[in-house]
């Protein structure tokens, strides 16, 4: 039995030994037979446009794989929104980057599918702060992607303190119900207030106010505990909830009430847009866990479209080195790169790696500002 936890090392992924076995045997076949031809490949979801916006992610880490191999490689910027056609384009001989296709999707696929659910999430929420607290239902080791993308799709913070680590961000939280279980029941001022005394100045003094007893209850003894609270959290299981657009407006009511006006009110516990959409106006902030974080990745596939500067393709796919532009009207169209674009289109595509060779710098928050605009120019709904 080994101490190490099940996870493929970094080392594992650059080799491209974090594969599907059939590459390794793609790869013997085409040795043995001595062929290793020049091919263009693309990285696509959906074949032609479908209405059905997502929001690339996870960009810099594919550019990271790829660097160091004799290929060329396009893409379009993280934090842009496609509803169809190729997010990437790899050029080179086949072999250099066979036994990549796994790990690229897969670098791909699923950040993909967190930010555009942090981007619902943003959009069903626009005007308040909404929180990514999802990383306790993955894997570990992938914190740092998950709060990664739930920045990009705009969510306001996280919580994962390693994630912080990586992106030089600083996590944020404050407390569960463990430590108010830890003082006992009818204890929760001593909780409160110990919370209060303990941590750094610059936390928020945000208390948690459902655990034992009723949540009006909870919040103004909260408010009477702790000096200068700047709120309270409901985080009630929902088989406790009932009406809980109610308990939240009768919290609301009630601080005010008592001379608590600047006392929030944030929630937390089983959040989507749906229920964003139903309490925006009568909470301040939202904590959002599972929506976010158990996100389906997006099936990006990997075709090749040419080989040896002949058309290529597999039945079902569209054949042909493609490029994708950005309408004035903010749609998204896909054409034969070779042809030319919508008139007034914006090409979406931007080079990547030159022969191996890194091309792009990655700034979290250029991406950030990028799918913000890119939603409002595509007109992205959450689904309401």
Known sequence: MTDEFDIVPPEAIRSGRATDAYFDRTMEALEHAGRNPDVVAEVTANQFATGDWKLLAGVPDAARLLAGRSVDVDALPEGRLFDGGPVMRIE?????????????????????????????????????????????????????????????????????????????????????????????????????????????????????????????????????????????????????????RHIVREVRWSLDAHGHEDVDV???????????????????????????????????????????????????KLTGTKSVYRTPDGGHHVGLADREGPSGAESLMEPLVRDGELVREFDLDDAIDRAREDAAAVGFSDGD
């Open 266 to 316: 944030f929630v937390s516990g089983g959040l989507g847009p749906a229920q964003l959409r139903e309490l925006r106006d009568v909470a301040d902030g939202f904590g959002v866990g599972s929506y976010v974080s158990n996100a389906d990745p997006l099936d990006f596939a990997l075709d090749i479209v040419e080989v040896d500067g002949e058309l290529a393709a597999k039945r079902g």
């Open 92 to 244: 080179g001989s086949y072999r250099e980057f066979c036994r990549l296709e796994t790990a690229l999707l897969g670098l791909l696929s699923h950040p993909t599918g967190v930010a555009t659910s942090a981007l619902a999430a943003r959009h069903a929420a626009p005007d308040s702060t909404v929180l990514s607290f999802g990383s306790r239902h993955v894997h570990p080791s992938l914190g740092a992607m998950v709060e990664r993308a739930a920045l990009l799709g705009g969510l306001d913070g996280f919580s994962n303190v390693a994630a912080g680590d990586v992106l030089g961000r600083e996590a944020g939280g404050t407390m569960p119900h463990a430590l108010v279980i830890c003082f006992g029941r009818g204890n929760q001022e001593e909780a409160w207030r110990a919370f209060d005394e303990a941590v750094p100045e610059e936390t928020p003094r945000i208390a948690l106010t459902d655990t034992y007893s009723d949540e009006v209850d909870e919040a103004l003894r909260a408010a009477e505990a702790v000096d200068d609270l700047d709120g309270v959290r409901l985080d009630t299981t929902g088989s406790r909830r009932g009406d809980f």
